[in-house]
């Protein structure tokens, strides 16, 4: 996988599958310490026309819907989780552009 060879994961972290998952590759989930940090990145990402999705984001219990109670670990990792654009079309030149991006 090329973000797996060519990310800096001393800044972020990618998500470890459990032993036998069969991963689909719809979207390649990277991890940063602090949603401040997220978005720093998105908004260098969007302004090079590279445009990468929050998944995650919000927390389900956050929605006013759900009136759920406060989920600590989740609304933490969807505060920190940027799935970086991923598909079967997508080009080297495109990937590196993104990788240098970040």
């Not at 990618?14 to 069969?22: A, Y």
């Not at 602090?34 to 956050?62: A, C, G, M, Q």
């Not at 989740?74 to 997508?90: K, Q």
Request: with cysteine; hydrophobic share 35%.
């Amino acid at each position: 996988m090329f973000y797996d060879q060519h990310l800096d994961f001393s800044k972020i972290s990618k998500f470890r599958l459990r032993e036998g998952t069969e991963w689909n590759y719809s979207y390649y989930p990277i991890i940063f310490e602090s949603e401040e940090k997220l978005l720093e990145v998105e908004l260098k990402l969007n302004e090079n026309d590279i445009y990468p999705r929050r998944y995650f984001y919000p927390s389900l219990n956050t929605i006013e819907y759900s009136k759920g109670k406060m989920m600590s670990v989740s609304e933490n990792a969807a505060s920190c989780v940027l799935c970086l654009p991923l598909y079967s079309e997508i080009s080297i030149d495109e990937l590196n552009r993104i990788v240098d991006n970040l």
